[in-house]
């Protein structure tokens, strides 16, 4: 099987700053990788890239075996961004309604959710923990139940990868180790292969199969075992650092 992603001498810029330089990888199926890395290091840059939202100079990206220039195969990839600002208190669309968005992109026209896509959505909507939620406004919803139902919504297709840009951003500690739990739920129960970028790198270490920190380039891609007993690791960042990462292991 091919690996479900593959990056290959990944170069991309904004103008004249370097946003990545020489960035190459492979995640397998069933991975749960967390990028972490400091402001301004490409992660949003790298999740861009493989959804081919924005532009490299160089290098490769292909998603199941095939070129991200002819990649069709939408539905297998799922993507939740950071912004939870995305509905306002008049947004007029309910729970069930916004999960449904994610059924209707895979459709030909005239797109219309049937009573086969109702069950898939309801199902996810019991997986999510927010079934009771499913006749209320987004907009009336808190910043937690809101990532609840923006998950479900990416996931109600089952891709068979999911994306997610610092989903916690905006969520209290108590909700996003709830957020947490959840995702290893999924990695572990569906098989799907999650990419989490992500500040939290010593909260998530207890969930994530593999750490991939980059800042600009890839400093380090493996498990989090292999960074913490890594001397290179430990002089690139200092034992400190090191240390904070590494405190759930």
């Given at each position: 099987?091919?690996?479900?992603?593959?990056?290959?001498?990944?170069?991309?810029?904004?103008?004249?700053?370097?946003?990545?330089?020489?960035?190459?990888?492979?995640?397998?199926?069933?991975?749960?990788?967390?990028?972490?890395?400091?402001?301004?290091?490409?992660?949003?840059?790298?999740?861009?890239?493989?959804?081919?939202?924005?532009?490299?100079?160089?290098?490769d990206v292909t998603l199941f075996g095939t070129s991200l220039q002819e990649f069709n195969d939408w539905h297998k990839v799922g993507y939740l961004p950071q912004n939870?600002?995305?509905?306002?208190?008049?947004?007029?669309?309910?729970?069930?309604?916004?999960?449904?968005?994610?059924?209707?992109?895979?459709?030909?026209?005239?797109?219309?959710?049937?009573?086969?896509?109702?069950?898939?959505?309801?199902?996810?909507?019991?997986?999510?923990?927010?079934?009771?939620?499913?006749?209320?406004?987004?907009?009336?919803?808190?910043?937690?139940?809101?990532?609840?139902?923006?998950?479900?919504?990416?996931?109600?297709?089952?891709?068979?990868?999911?994306?997610?840009?610092?989903?916690?951003?905006?969520?209290?500690?108590?909700?996003?180790?709830?957020?947490?739990?959840?995702?290893?739920?999924?990695?572990?129960?569906?098989?799907?292969?999650?990419?989490?970028?992500?500040?939290?790198?010593?909260?998530?270490?207890?969930?994530?199969?593999?750490?991939?920190?980059?800042?600009?380039?890839?400093?380090?891609?493996?498990?989090?075992?292999?960074?913490?007993?890594?001397?290179?690791?430990?002089?690139?960042?200092?034992?400190?650092?090191?240390?904070?990462?590494?405190?759930?292991?």
């Amino acid at each position: 099987m091919p690996p479900v992603i593959a990056v290959n001498g990944l170069y991309c810029r904004y103008g004249v700053t370097h946003a990545l330089t020489d960035v190459s990888f492979t995640v397998d199926g069933g991975d749960y990788i967390a990028v972490v890395g400091p402001n301004g290091s490409g992660k949003s840059t790298l999740v861009k890239a493989l959804l081919g939202l924005a532009g490299c100079d160089e290098g490769d990206v292909t998603l199941f075996g095939t070129s991200l220039q002819e990649f069709n195969d939408w539905h297998k990839v799922g993507y939740l961004p950071q912004n939870l600002n995305l509905f306002n208190p008049i947004f007029p669309a309910t729970v069930s309604e916004v999960v449904g968005l994610g059924l209707l992109a895979g459709k030909r026209f005239p797109k219309s959710i049937n009573r086969s896509d109702s069950t898939r959505i309801e199902e996810t909507l019991e997986q999510m923990g927010i079934a009771d939620l499913r006749r209320r406004l987004i907009g009336d919803l808190s910043g937690g139940q809101q990532q609840r139902v923006l998950l479900a919504r990416a996931l109600v297709n089952r891709p068979q990868l999911l994306i997610l840009d610092e989903p916690t951003a905006a969520l209290d500690p108590e909700t996003r180790d709830r957020f947490y739990t959840l995702l290893a739920d999924i990695n572990r129960n569906s098989g799907t292969t999650l990419m989490l970028v992500t500040h939290d790198s010593a909260t998530v270490g207890g969930c994530a199969s593999k750490l991939l920190y980059l800042d600009k380039k890839l400093v380090f891609y493996g498990t989090f075992k292999e960074f913490c007993a890594s001397p290179e690791m430990t002089g690139h960042f200092g034992g400190a650092a090191q240390h904070q990462i590494c405190r759930l292991h």
